[in-house]
């Protein structure tokens, strides 16, 4: 599989999720977004990546302190009417942050959509 910037992986999740909130692809370390879009204006992408970025950092933090052999799939949190996941990259430092309304997304579809990205990151 070829690998992707940050920016093609947006523009792919795009395509195959027109209808999402938001999307970006965030750098672990620092929470910075490598690249990112929103098709709703008052929803800031770059503030909800560093936001994410915490919940990412603090359940790796919890797997370890647990001793867990385990990585991150995916995380899922549920809104009232959003879905929020976010996807690790395979090496971990990078996530790809989604926001999606959840009646009009199939939450398998997404994450399906996710994995291919997040697989295929540089």
Do not use: C, W
């Amino acid at each position: 599989m070829a690998t992707l910037t940050p920016a093609q992986a947006v523009q792919n999740i795009l395509k195959e999720l027109p209808s999402l909130v938001a999307v970006a692809v965030v750098e672990t370390e620092t929470g910075m977004p490598l690249a990112h879009h929103s098709n709703t204006p008052a929803f800031d992408a770059e503030t909800a990546a560093a936001y994410n970025t915490e919940v990412v950092k603090q359940k790796l933090k919890a797997i370890s302190a647990l001793k867990l052999d385990q990585t991150i799939q995916d995380i899922l949190l549920t809104l009232t009417d959003q879905l929020h996941l976010l996807k690790l990259s395979p090496t971990g430092d990078k996530f790809i942050y989604l926001a999606v309304n959840s009646r009009d997304t199939n939450l398998a579809m997404a994450r399906q959509i996710l994995k291919g990205q997040t697989a295929a990151l540089n």
